[in-house]
């Protein structure tokens, strides 16, 4: 009997296939006439206008123009480039220094193996109040705290993706994207009640429950599944115990004294109604998370520099405490330590962002999104029924429309009204959409930061064959399912109980 090998492919040459599939296709569903029309909300007046979405093909000579013609400008803007060399900068100077050898032997000889993946699963779920930035931060640090406690670094990277991306719709506070997603919901909401109101905390009872919760099951999963699932990685060096004296201590505390000043002055900044106070916030907004994420806010358009910058006080008053940075030429070459052998990064960086951008114009996943909420609107659902469906359509539509205001604005008109008209609340419609996203959106290679994943993964990797993309996703995958399920019990557990979601917020309208 004839035997096949397995294909490995490279994940270079796999996104290469996904982006000419996607220009096939897209001539494809064009050809066929793949589109749908729904209802979409102005939320400043309230008013409907129809809107028809169908899929434009790039299987022609202007698809291939627009495609050379766009391909430098996209990714000169795509945000996970400029992120990630932005905060390698940091994170480069942290580790040459010493200051991240110094302070994670500390955490490791001093915590379990379970706290340490807690802590840093908890802290990534957290994350997502601040945006996208807990990728280009939390994942590299995670290779090197599991590398400096002798632990596969490629564990460490898994669990921490699966907590950014598993916690990507779970926040304790209303986020920018909460906000935004907010202003369909209660516009869609006063078509029905004109008096319809939500406040800042209408979801808190159940996030704080729910982040715990996936706190501890990717924990879990971690340490009792992916451990034994992911590439081996062995040590070259034997394990040598690290020792630390004055030097290493000294520095630690110029390092705390350096950053703790800085976090003050930063703090200091953010807060509104004090002397010279709140010079970062954006004072057109009404909500303080806007305030702080707003398109305008400093605070938002510097974020990423700002964090830099601490990482760089770190690692500099940490060298100059260990006296491991004795002169400029010491601190310019650790400034630039992350950056090097980055070239295989910027190769999947580059056709990650061609692949998104390609699948972006082609208007696939929109229309997709469009399906669902007429297939929704035509079901005449109602209780469990329309929030097992909501949550699993969500789900899918995750997978091919990965921007949950996007794909709010468009749910929002079909759902709200059915949910309000089925005694269920507006906001727990909204909150199913962001449960659901958190099961499916660390799966697909059109969530722009999968590519910051795939490129450490790579980068760790000792094996002879790279990683396939398909392996990277599969790592994800028993997160995914079982984040999932246990997001639909949470969801129908607070069904049945009639427990309230938040101040001011709950299940029933």
């Known amino acids: 009997m004839k035997t096949f090998k397995k294909i490995n492919l490279n994940p270079v040459m796999t ?11 897209s001539g494809f569903l064009n050809f066929i ?14 008013e409907y206008t129809v809107v028809s979405e169908s899929v434009e093909s790039l299987f022609n000579l202007s698809g291939v123009k627009y495609i050379f013609s766009s391909t430098v400008s996209n990714f000169t803007a795509f945000t996970p480039l400029s992120m990630l060399i932005i905060v390698l900068i940091g994170i480069g100077i942290m580790e040459k220094s010493g200051f991240l050898k110094t302070t994670f032997t500390i955490l490791t000889k001093f915590c379990k193996k379970y706290t340490i993946t807690f802590w840093l699963v908890l802290i990534s779920i957290l994350f997502s109040i601040a945006g996208d930035i807990g990728y280009v931060i939390m994942i590299p640090l995670a290779a090197l705290l599991f590398s400096y406690g002798r632990r596969n670094p490629i ?3 898994v669990a921490v993706y699966a907590g950014l991306t598993c916690g990507l719709g779970l926040s ?7 906000s935004e997603m907010l202003s369909y919901t209660l516009a869609n909401a006063r078509g029905i009640d004109t008096s319809y109101v939500l406040g800042n905390f209408a979801f808190l009872f159940i996030m704080a429950f729910t982040i715990l919760v996936c706190a501890f099951v990717i924990t879990f999963i971690t340490e009792r599944i992916s451990i034994n ?5 062995e040590f070259k060096e034997e394990k040598k115990e690290v020792r630390l004296g004055k030097r290493e201590y000294r520095g630690l505390i110029f390092a705390i004294a350096g950053g703790t000043i800085y976090l003050l002055i930063f703090i200091y900044n953010i807060i509104p109604g004090l002397p010279f106070s709140g010079k970062l916030l954006d004072y057109s907004q009404t909500y303080y998370i806007d305030k702080l994420f707003s398109y305008d806010s400093f605070f938002s358009n510097g974020f990423v520099f700002i964090v830099t910058m601490f990482f760089v006080i770190l690692g500099l008053f940490y060298g100059l405490g260990a006296k491991t940075i004795k002169n400029n030429n010491d601190f310019c070459e650790d400034l ?4 090097d052998g980055t070239g295989r990064t910027l190769i999947l960086i580059l056709l990650g962002s061609i692949l998104i951008n390609v699948f972006k114009k082609t208007n696939i996943g929109v229309v997709i999104v469009t399906a669902f909420s007429n297939i929704i609107g035509k079901g005449s659902l109602s209780g469990l029924v329309l929030v097992i469906v909501l949550f699993i359509f969500t789900a899918i539509s995750t997978l091919f429309l990965t921007n949950p205001v996007s794909r709010w604005s468009i749910l929002s008109t079909t759902v709200v009204p059915m949910f309000m008209n089925g005694g269920l609340s507006p906001e727990f ?3 199913i959409t962001r449960f659901a996203e958190c099961a499916t959106v660390g799966l697909t290679p059109l969530l722009a930061y999968f590519v910051i994943y795939l490129s450490y993964l790579e980068k760790y990797n000792q094996g002879e064959k790279p990683i ?4 990277t996703i599969k790592y994800q995958l028993v997160y995914g399912l079982t984040v999932g399920i246990i997001l639909v019990m949470i969801l129908i557990g607070w069904y049945l109980i009639g427990l309230p979601i938040g101040f001011g917020g709950s299940v029933t309208a």
């Open 155 to 157: 564990l460490g990277i």
């Open 172 to 178: 304790l506070f209303l986020t920018s994207i909460d």
């Open 229 to 233: 699932k992911v590439e081996k990685y």
């Open 336 to 339: 630039t330590h992350s950056l």
């Open 15 to 25: 996104f290469i296939i996904l982006i000419l599939f996607t220009i096939v296709i």
């Open 33 to 46: 006439g793949f589109e749908a029309t729904y209802n979409k909300i102005n939320i400043e007046t309230g």
């Open 468 to 471: 396939s993309l398909f392996t």
């Open 429 to 431: 419609a909204q909150l």
